[in-house]
């Protein structure tokens, strides 16, 4: 029996890939490589280059591998672009998602791991962010999480689908083999690193006027090594005959811009340029997550929160691989 990952050649489904398979679990990729790269899949995992919505190909997949359960991890995931091009991601992430299912169910596959975020909950009316908070995106990539998470109840109320929702707050880090290789890149944490290898002349601080101690914007950034973890222990909650659910991903603490620079600086012994912009709209103060629930239920438990030590663990990466997967 397999474990279908989507977006397997991506920067979180590509983690999630090697943590599977130490686990001793068998898994196969589908990714299009629109976003991700081949190389970041080991040559020995079966993989199959396209997209979710061919059902053609997936059935194949499902039936080539003796699919159990999938891990869904791709999508389109730029929320400014979310904003100039919301066709592209309601037919991506939406569509393509219904898509999947549809064949999902067809073959009986119903144990069903959703890549969602914190990006659903939208402007927080209060901080750390529970699950109970309410859920109103602000940007066209955040509605076509919470959609599909609708999609989801709906599927698991009438057909037994088994879901389990994660919602990620700022992934980042790097493992010894795998890290983050996104273009255009927009994260603050390799953007820094960027600039701190020469990539790039300076940082861009966007807003340095928010009601936090600095006046920058503040994040909670969860490493890649825990939300991979995190999968596998939804994997065993579906499995144990858990019920379907939603999991707020994220240390619980929070570092402002300015703590990551300064922190990069003293990791990247650099000195890092930073230029003052204004803020961008839609760009909240404060997002830090409160990720009881999946400690209580899950039994998951973040290890790697220190804002130097996820830097750390990406900065080594970054100057193994300055081109990337390239
Ligand atoms: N990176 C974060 O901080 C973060 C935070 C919250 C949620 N998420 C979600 O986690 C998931 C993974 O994020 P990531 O940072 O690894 O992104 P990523 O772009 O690195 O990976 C997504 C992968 O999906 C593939 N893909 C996209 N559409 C596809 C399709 N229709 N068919 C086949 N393959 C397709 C891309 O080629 C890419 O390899 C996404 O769903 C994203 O929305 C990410």
Redesign the pocket.
């Known amino acids: 029996m397999s474990i279908l990952v ?2 397997g ?5 590509s983690v999630t890939v090697e943590a599977l398979r130490a686990r001793g679990l068998k898994v196969a990729v ?8 081949r190389e970041a899949v080991d040559a020995s995992v079966p993989f199959y280059e ?4 061919d059902k053609e190909l997936v059935s194949r997949i499902i039936a080539e591998n003796s699919v159990k359960a999938c891990m869904h ?5 730029y929320v400014g672009e979310s904003v100039q091009q919301p066709q592209k991601y309601f037919q ?1 992430n939406v569509r ?1 998602t219904l898509d999947l299912l549809d064949v999902l169910l067809e073959h009986d596959v119903k144990q069903f791991v959703f ?5 659903t909950y939208g402007e927080p009316q209060y901080t750390p962010i529970d699950e109970q908070h309410p859920q109103q995106p602000a940007n066209p ?1 955040g509605w076509t ?1 919470l959609m599909i998470e609708r999609v989801l109840e709906a599927y698991s109320a009438a057909y037994g689908l088994r879901c389990v929702a994660l919602r ?5 880090g790097a493992t010894e083999t795998r890290g983050e290789d ?1 273009f255009p890149e927009t ?1 603050l944490i390799p953007l820094v690193l960027f600039a701190a290898l020469g990539k790039l002349s300076h940082v861009s601080v966007f807003g340095t006027d928010y009601p936090t101690p600095d006046g920058t914007a503040i994040r909670d950034y969860i490493h890649i090594s825990d939300l991979a973890e995190a999968h596998l222990l939804a994997l065993d909650h579906l499995r144990n005959g858990g019920n379907s659910d939603a999991f707020n991903l994220g240390n619980g603490s929070g570092f402002s811009v300015s703590e990551v620079i300064a922190a990069a600086r003293r990791v990247t012994g650099s000195e890092i340029n930073v230029a003052n912009a204004p803020r961008r709209p839609g760009d909240p103060s404060k997002l830090i997550a409160n990720a009881e629930k999946a400690a209580r239920v899950l039994g998951w438990q973040p290890k790697i929160t220190g804002i130097e030590e996820i830097i750390a663990s990406a900065w080594k990466w970054h100057t193994e691989h300055p081109e990337g997967y390239k």
């Not at 050649?9 to 489904?13: E, F, Q, R, S, V």
């Not at 589908?30 to 790269?37: E, K, P, R, S």
């Not at 396209?50 to 919505?53: A, K, P, S, V, W």
């Not at 890549?115 to 990006?119: D, F, G, I, L």
Request: charged fraction near 10%.
């Open positions: 989507t977006g050649a991506g920067y979180i489904g589908i990714d299009n490589l629109v976003y991700g790269h396209g997209d979710i919505g991890f791709s999508a389109f995931a991506n393509q890549s969602s975020t914190c990006a990539y999480k990620y707050f700022n992934a980042s996104h994260h």
